[in-house]
């Protein structure tokens, strides 16, 4: 008669169940934990992706009135077609640097934002490289959500990339 010896490896199949039941559950609280993280910053940058195509319609349109100006501006417009009207971007210019906040009332957004163009502008005959909120650029913009809108447009007769940044402060 033969005696069997119990094996000490079937034994230890309670603590290894144990260990991987904690591994589970400690990567289903973090997936959770995530995803509760993630969805409140897609939906911001969902806002701000609404609210910088927004802004991008109205820069590219007439703008209201059509010949519009600080006094009595409804809606901020630069362009014609796709072509940039150099009067009224001087006027978006001039207005964004005296009243900044009113731009943002116009544009009907609690974003900040930036334009630029891909080549320089010329205001008042000087250069000028963003319009926008005072002391930013892209260079400086510290936020955890950003987002960035291109459009093709014509400036001086010459193709050019319109950009416009928009962020929450």
Sequence with gaps: MQKKIKSKKSQAWGIDLTIGFTIFFAGVVLLYLYSVNSSSETEATEQL???GNIIAESLLSAGSPDDWNSGNVNKI????ANIINETKLERFYSLANSDY???KELF????DYLFSLSVNMTINSQVTEQIGKP???PENINTK????I???VFYKNKPSTMYL???ET
């Design 150 to 152: 291109t459009r093709f």
């Design 49 to 51: 992706n609404y609210d």
């Design 145 to 148: 959500n950003l987002v960035k």
């Design 135 to 137: 002391g930013a650029s």
């Design 101 to 103: 906040q009113k731009t």
């Design 165 to 167: 940044y928009v962020w």
């Design 77 to 80: 417009g630069i362009a014609y």
């Design 108 to 111: 009907n957004t609690r974003y």
